[in-house]
């Protein structure tokens, strides 16, 4: 299986912009209400809303409470080259009970991005 993640959002380009100059997804289709970026085997896709083609469940209000995690090998080298270009960090980075250090960021939708590295396995 793979999971394919997608948002909502009036902010197409601005949401291209932000993952594909910080994290380095590629587009690879765009058109007027639809953006789908790649990287490795993930993707994100980026809709406007109000389309006819949209079930309702793709509306608003339906479309809070989302955030995203992206897991990295060095959360630490991450942080710094997010922070050298001024990305809309939130946190510093901290680790967790649960076996992850992250810090959150913020991206042009108001989606929380939680970038994290695993550093311990969590128990049952």
């Known amino acids: 299986m793979i999971v394919h993640t997608g948002f909502v959002t009036e902010k197409l380009t601005e949401s291209k912009t932000f993952y594909t100059e910080y994290f380095g997804f590629e587009t690879i289709f765009e058109n007027e209400w639809f953006v789908m ?9 980026f809709m406007r809303p109000r389309q006819q083609s949209q ?16 897991e990295v090998d060095d959360v630490d ?3 710094s080259q997010l922070q050298a ?3 809309p960090i939130l946190t510093e980075v901290k680790a967790e009970q649960w076996g992850d ?13 939680d970038v994290f590295q695993r550093i311990a396995v969590m128990a049952n």
């Open 37 to 45: 970026l790649k990287k490795g085997p993930y993707e994100l896709a």
């Open 55 to 70: 079930h309702s469940l793709f509306q608003p209000p339906y479309i809070q409470g989302s955030w995203l995690g992206l």
């Open 77 to 79: 080298e991450v942080y």
């Open 85 to 87: 270009v001024d990305a």
């Open 101 to 113: 250090r992250h810090f959150v960021l913020k991206d042009p939708n108001g989606i929380g991005v």
